[in-house]
Each structure stands twice: as structure tokens, then as C-alpha cells.
């Protein structure tokens, strides 16, 4: 989606900050993901609900028939409502409550994705308690690193995530003696946001020796999660707007040996909705100062904290002025020095009342808004209902 295919004029009239969805481009993006996984036997997609839990967006996602991965009852539930079949929704997440689990037992949810040893046995009192059997994968730290920014790796020994490699055999024996739930797989996940292919190659290499070791033990399972971690282009969103799911898919077909009948499931959720969100907010102020120009606009990291909490980089563009550029600091107005969105960016020239769109927002952006500093959340709207 290019500057010019906002619709600025209909802006003009709405309250900002808020987020804009691009509905056609979440489509075509489903559209790619389903015809590169369709290629290969087996492939199993689902979408991470924690990435964007809007109830449109959930409500499209399932349409074009993926499944959901939830890290909490309330995205079981936000799933649930959005129509997503039970038998295509997965829990993962290191800190499941009692009544999260009962939840989703009570649904009979397709797998529960287990990080320990006390947590397997909670899982099995309660569904106990329910006379019912969880089916249960066991989340795996394979100790694979990712090249990506230290706060979104999940794989290394030294992470909370997973159980340790060398506890794999125990642990599956322990819950081979548990009456009230069923081993079905092993999951894994390394990180986000990543564009490096040798990253998820070296995780289908960990994952080939753990099948192996496991198979001398007589250990077979029917399903392997490797979760998700595709990263996009936050530096060209309109040149790149799909990312890059024929070598993502392709990796994991070429290097992962399935056994006969495994299947292989993978939970995406930047990659399938970052793009499609910008961002929308309008200059209050231009400040100029002794060495620097700022742009102080109305949406702060309340609205998008991703550059205050990751440093993350996202494209802005100033969607009201065809000016010459010139260079900014784009800040919030939130009372902390960290609420900067971009520092010494070049903007088309840019005066109070110009609207900014702060691209490639869609994933983490409006999941993790704030009411700090006892602000409004922003409000997401679709493309094809403005």
C-alpha cells in the first residue's frame, strides 16, 4: 500500500490516533500463505492471535481457514468468538493458570503446548477432575540461536521458554505414565522477526537429531510445531509488502525429515499481519530547537511501543504534504523520554495538522496499546468499512 492509496481525505474527519488496516492487502497476503504451505504435504498453518487480536482481523485470518496459537484464555477465547474450530487451536505459553487450562479443556482444543514438568502435572489433575485427556506437545529449547534483537529470542538455554534438551526422554516417559493426558508432538520456536534462512536450518537440524534420539528409545510422535519467527521489510513496506513465504516454507520442506504421516505446524503472526497496519496520527507541534527539529504528534508508545521498547525501526510518511523534506525527530506526547518514534528521519515538509502514517504496524502495535498516562486506546479500522 502506497502513500497515495490512503484515503487522506476520509481522515481528515477521524479522531487520531488510530490504526488502518488494509484488508485487500491482508488477503493477498493469506492468499501467498496458503499457496506456498499447499505445496507440501503436511503443512499446517496457524495464526499467533498475540501478534493482533482484533476481532476483524481474527475473523478474516479464519476465513482463509488457518488455525490459531493463543498464549492466554483470553485469545482462546477472542478465537473462539472469532469462529476459529477448536480442533485448530493451540495453547502455548510458559504461565498457564487453572482456569486458562480448564478452558481449554472445556473446548477440547487441539493440543496444549507443555513448558515443564509441574505444568504437565496440573494439566493432567484437571483434566482428571474432568474425566477427559489433554493431548499435550512438549515445548523444546533446542539452544538455537536467531539473528534478531536480543528481547524477541526464545530459543537459547539461558531464555525462559521450553524444556531443556536433556530432560526430553524423562519428561515423555513421566507423561507416558499419566493417565489423563496424550504425548502427540514436540514444539519449538527460536524467535521473531527473523529473515536469516539459516536460522530456521539450523532448528530443522536440532529438530532431526532430537527425532532421531528419540526413536532409539521407541518414541514416535504425530506432530512437530517448529512455531513461527518470519520476519518483514519494515524498511520498504511498499516494495515488500509479502514477505518472503516460498523460502520460509521451502527450508523447512527441504531440510525438516518428516516421518510418514507427521505433519508440521507452524504458527505465524508478524508475518502475516505487520504490513497490513499503519498507524495513523496527526502533528501537533513542530518544535524547532538549537540542533533539532521536532515533529510532536498526538500518537505516543501507548499507541506503539514497539520503538521505545525494542528500538524497532518503522517507515513514516507524512501522508498530507507533497513539500520538499525536511528532517525530524517524530515524538509523543507522552511524559517520558523514551516515547520517540524516529529520530533525524527525512518528511515532506510538515506543519500542524499533517497526518503521519507510521507503517508495518499491524503486528504489535494495537495488541499492545497502553492506557498510560490515562490515554484512550486507539481504535482499529478496516479499509473496507471507511
Not at 512437530?224 to 520476519?231: A, T
Not at 498516562?373 to 486507539?378: A, F, K, Q, Y
Request: hydrophobic share 40%; glycine share 8%; with cysteine.
Amino acid at each position: 500500500m502506497t502513500k497515495g492509496q490512503f484515503p487522506t481525505a476520509k481522515f481528515q474527519d477521524m479522531q487520531t490516533p488510530f490504526y488502518y488496516y488494509d484488508t485487500e492487502l491482508l488477503r493477498e497476503t493469506l492468499r501467498a500463505i496458503n499457496s506456498e504451505a499447499q505445496k507440501h504435504d503436511g503443512f499446517c498453518v496457524h495464526y499467533a492471535v498475540k501478534a493482533n487480536a482484533n476481532p476483524r482481523i481474527l475473523r478474516i485470518i479464519r476465513e482463509a481457514g488457518l488455525g490459531a496459537d493463543c498464549v492466554s484464555g483470553g485469545e482462546i477465547e477472542a478465537s473462539v468468538k472469532a469462529g476459529f474450530p477448536s480442533t485448530k487451536i493451540v495453547y502455548a505459553g510458559v504461565g498457564k493458570s487453572d482456569w486458562e487450562i480448564n478452558l481449554g479443556l472445556d473446548n477440547d482444543i487441539f493440543c496444549f503446548n507443555v513448558e515443564s514438568i509441574p505444568e504437565l502435572e496440573v494439566i493432567n489433575g484437571l483434566a482428571a477432575a474432568k474425566g477427559k485427556v489433554a493431548r499435550v506437545a512438549f515445548r523444546l529449547n533446542p539452544n538455537v540461536g536467531a539473528h534478531t534483537h536480543a528481547n524477541i529470542t526464545t530459543g537459547l538455554a539461558e531464555n525462559k521458554f521450553g524444556i531443556d534438551m536433556r530432560d526430553m526422554l524423562k519428561v515423555i516417559e513421566e507423561a507416558q505414565g499419566m493417565a489423563n493426558v496424550k504425548v502427540v508432538g514436540l514444539h519449538f520456536h527460536i524467535g521473531s522477526q527473523i529473515l536469516d534462512m539459516g536460522d530456521f536450518e539450523a532448528l530443522c537440524n536440532r529438530v532431526n537429531d532430537l527425532q532421531l534420539e528419540l526413536e532409539r528409545h521407541q518414541i514416535r510422535v504425530d506432530h512437530i510445531n517448529v512455531g513461527g519467527g518470519l520476519g518483514v521489510d519494515y524498511q520498504h513496506p511498499n516494495r515488500v509488502s509479502i514477505p518472503d513465504f516460498k523460502s520460509y516454507f521451502d527450508t523447512y520442506a527441504k531440510k525438516l525429515k518428516l516421518r510418514p504421516g507427521q505433519t508440521l505446524h507452524f504458527e505465524l503472526g508478524r508475518a502475516v499481519v505487520a504490513q497490513c497496519g499503519s498507524l495513523i496520527t496527526r502533528t501537533l507541534y513542530i518544535k524547532e530547537g538549537s540542533v533539532k527539529k521536532f515533529a510532536i504528534v498526538d500518537a505516543g508508545f501507548t499507541d506503539l511501543i514497539r520503538p521505545a521498547l525494542y528500538q524497532a525501526y518503522h517507515k513514516i510518511e507524512n501522508l498530507s504534504s507533497e513539500e520538499e523534506p525536511d528532517t525530524y525527530d517524530v515524538v509523543g506526547p507522552i511524559c517520558e523520554s523514551t516515547d520517540v518514534f524516529a529520530k533525524q528521519i527525512d518528511l515532506n515538509c510538515t506543519h500542524r495538522g499533517d497526518l503521519l502514517a507510521i507503517r508495518s504496524a499491524g503486528a504489535y502495535g494495537e495488541i499492545m496499546a497502553s492506557q498510560y498516562n490515562c490515554r484512550r486506546l486507539p481504535t482499529g479500522y478496516m479499509s473496507d468499512e471507511i
